[in-house]
C-alpha cells in the first residue's frame, strides 16, 4: 500500500549545493511530498529526463549556477512553464524578490528555513 501512497504524493525537486539543506528540506517534507534532491545543477536537464516535479525549491547562489541561471533552463521544459519555483535564498531584499518574480518564482524562503514556513508556502503553491 505504502507503494500506492508514494505514487500519488506531489513530487518537489530541490536544488542546493548544500548537502545538509537537501538533508532538512528532504526531512521536513518526506511525509507529505515525494522529495528528490539535486546538488550538482548542472545536473538539471538529465534529472528533468526522468522526474517531472510539481514543485521546484531552488537555492539562489550556488557556484556552478545560481537558481537564476537555472530559471530559464526550467522554463525550457514544456511540462515546465507555470511550474512554482520557489527560492531558498540568504538574500532578503526587495530587489532579489523583485528579479526572482520577474524570471517567473512565485515566492522565496529566507533561509535558515523555517520549517513551518517552509510547508506552508509549499501548500499554498503546488497543485494537488
Do not use: W
Request: hydrophobic share 40%; net charge negative.
Amino acid at each position: 500500500m505504502k507503494n500506492a501512497d508514494e505514487q500519488s504524493k506531489p513530487v518537489i525537486l530541490a536544488i542546493d549545493d548544500a548537502p545538509n539543506i537537501l538533508r532538512t528540506v528532504q526531512s521536513l517534507l518526506k511525509d507529505t511530498y515525494k522529495v528528490h534532491t539535486l546538488t550538482e545543477p548542472g545536473k538539471l536537464k538529465e534529472l528533468l529526463a526522468d522526474i517531472t516535479p510539481d514543485l521546484f525549491l531552488l537555492d539562489y547562489s550556488m557556484p556552478e549556477l545560481s537558481g537564476f541561471d537555472l530559471m530559464p533552463i526550467i522554463r525550457s521544459f514544456p511540462e515546465h512553464k507555470n511550474t512554482p519555483v520557489i527560492y531558498l535564498t540568504g538574500v532578503s531584499s526587495a530587489d532579489f524578490f523583485n528579479v526572482a518574480i520577474r524570471l517567473g518564482a512565485c515566492d522565496y524562503i529566507v533561509k535558515p528555513i523555517d520549517a513551518e514556513k517552509l510547508k506552508e508556502k509549499i501548500a499554498s503553491h503546488i497543485k494537488t
